[in-house]
């Protein structure tokens, strides 16, 4: 993984950028192999004032890639309890090699070769034309929105042993919809102070666990770790690959926000290397302190454990922290999500993808048509299960990530010369290579999903077949606007 944390620029084989006339486009757009473009005439619209938006730097973008991924180790305690300790701590050790390394390579590859706030829908667009680029920002945005929705759920599962009120009925669906517009409104406010606010609900996330790995060195049994569930016969398997899996992906989420980025060519790289190492211990010394300080219950090791476990080694005190901390972790995942989403939406509508509306900032560069889109879509989906969430946003995940692994081998076979400011040091069969064993492991995902969400998935898949011709439709009967900024380069060729 040290080349997370270094450039490789290809300046040999580097091709000129497109020209789209007028001033010049904002650095770093790239032109892909041999692409030519129309050059367009200076536009008569008024500049968007982008230079007085301000750009995230490393710290805030290491603490946002941390909370889509993980937001610390609240929800990894089902790990334990479908496979005891040692597949537990194993997962989290070869999972990242497998699955979150690759991943997070990619993504520093392709967000720095189309530093735009489409991210890996450009990327596919790139790679496979623009039908299949929009079936990838339907997924990944139904994906994410979709991940969101368990955010307030979580908060409120948190809270209500302390204050029970909050467990059902109608304070319940009405806390839901306050925490929602609340967390909306700061999203709306800034992406600047999204990144403020995630530093300072991280580092609380991840202290009261700091405190409790000192505080359980007496007390550890190296032995406890080395517990197997049930000599295998009784491992969850589903349970376990899925917990593993939700905890670990959502690496390339960062990329709908590269043209929000202060010089992405080096800062989404470097965000990248640190945030893989700060998601990967914030998972490891949790179970091992968990599982080698006090005697091993699995049935106990289920979503809120890690309170209970802070109540035996430090006492009530650090159960409430970890309980505490919990809570402001959903708050910032629902952050880092949310902002994610919409930039998402507003990247497909500079591609002509999405009505230009999509497209529209608020006076504080924000995507507001896109935050109340992504918003909704949260409040509409509060009412799913937990575990329904989970399988059908990595199904639907899935699908995403094998049109990414297909456009980044295609781009480096189709476009092999295009400027690559990050570029992993692998050939077109090292990158093929690359993408077998997390192909294999989607495989094996959806192998252990139940037909009820494969069913659900698959409707949602359908509705984005349909939904772009749709569109075109819509665009080409003048019903609704669409554009293409031109700022931005031509992929096509």
């Known amino acids: 993984m040290t080349e997370l944390s270094s450039l490789t620029i290809d300046s040999a084989t580097q091709k000129p950028r497109i020209s789209t006339g007028g001033n010049p486009p904002p650095p770093p757009h790239i032109s892909i192999g041999v692409t030519t473009a129309i050059e367009a005439p200076p536009s008569t619209e008024r500049p968007r004032p982008v230079n007085k938006i301000k750009k995230i730097t490393v710290l805030p973008l290491v603490f946002l890639i941390f909370y889509e991924v993980s937001g610390?180790?609240?929800?990894?305690?089902?790990?334990?309890?479908?496979?005891?300790?040692?597949?537990?701590i194993v997962g989290f050790i070869v999972f990242p090699f497998i699955w979150s390394i690759p991943e997070a390579l990619i993504t520093a590859e392709m967000g720095t070769m189309f530093p735009e706030n489409g991210g890996y829908v450009v990327w596919v667009s790139s790679a496979l034309g623009p039908y299949w680029g929009f079936q990838q920002g339907w997924v990944k945005w139904l994906s994410g929105v979709i991940d969101n929705a368990l955010y307030p759920i979580l908060f409120l599962d948190y809270l209500k042993s302390g204050v029970p009120v909050l467990g059902s009925g109608i304070p319940r669906v009405a806390a839901i919809l306050v925490l929602t517009v609340a967390l909306t409104y700061v999203n709306y406010r800034g992406l600047s102070i999204v990144g403020v606010a995630a530093v300072g609900l991280g580092?609380?996330?991840?202290?009261?666990?700091?405190?409790?790995?000192?505080?359980?060195?007496?007390?550890?049994?190296?032995?406890?770790?080395?517990?197997?569930?049930?000599?295998?016969?009784?491992?969850k398997?589903?349970?376990?690959?899925?917990?593993?899996?939700?905890?670990?992906n959502y690496w390339d989420s960062i990329s709908t926000l590269s043209g929000e980025v202060e010089n992405p060519s080096k800062t989404l790289p470097r965000a990248l290397f640190y945030a893989l190492l700060l998601v990967v211990l914030s998972y490891i010394f949790p179970v091992l302190t968990g599982t080698g300080a006090i005697p091993?219950?699995?049935?106990?090791?289920?979503?809120?454990?890690?309170?209970?476990?802070?109540?035996?080694?430090?006492?009530?005190?650090?159960?409430?922290?970890?309980?505490?901390?919990?809570?402001?972790?959903?708050?910032?995942m629902f952050l880092a999500e949310m902002s994610s989403d919409s930039f998402q939406l507003l990247g497909m509508a500079e591609r002509g993808m999405l009505p230009q509306v999509f497209a529209k900032r608020s006076s504080y560069g924000t995507p507001w048509v896109g935050i109340l889109f992504s918003a909704s879509g949260v409040i509409l989906l509060s009412w799913l299960s937990f575990q329904e969430i989970v399988a059908a946003e990595n199904l639907l995940y899935c699908f995403g990530m094998i049109l990414e692994f297909i456009a980044?081998?295609?781009?480096?076979m189709k476009y092999p010369a295009a400027s690559r400011p990050f570029k992993i040091p692998v050939g077109v069969l090292g990158s093929i290579l690359m993408c077998i064993p997390p192909t294999i492991l989607i495989g094996v995902i959806m192998a252990f999903t139940n037909l009820k969400v494969v069913a659900v998935s698959l409707a949602a898949i359908v509705i984005g077949l349909v939904l772009q011709p749709c569109l075109k439709q819509v665009e080409k009967k003048g019903w609704l606007k669409f554009s293409t900024s031109s700022h931005l380069p031509n992929l096509m060729e």
């Open 408 to 412: 980044f081998v295609r781009l480096r």
């Open 296 to 332: 091993l219950d699995q049935n106990l090791w289920t979503d809120g454990y890690f309170a209970d476990i802070g109540k035996v080694i430090g006492g009530a005190w650090l159960g409430w922290w970890i309980q505490a901390a919990a809570a402001t972790s959903n708050m910032g």
């Open 203 to 235: 580092v609380s996330s991840i202290l009261p666990f700091v405190v409790m790995s000192f505080m359980s060195l007496p007390k550890l049994k190296p032995s406890r770790w080395l517990v197997v569930s049930k000599k295998m016969k009784g491992v």
């Open 237 to 248: 398997w589903s349970l376990y690959l899925n917990t593993l899996f939700w905890n670990l």
């Open 72 to 88: 610390g180790p609240f929800g990894i305690e089902d790990s334990v309890n479908a496979a005891g300790p040692l597949l537990a």
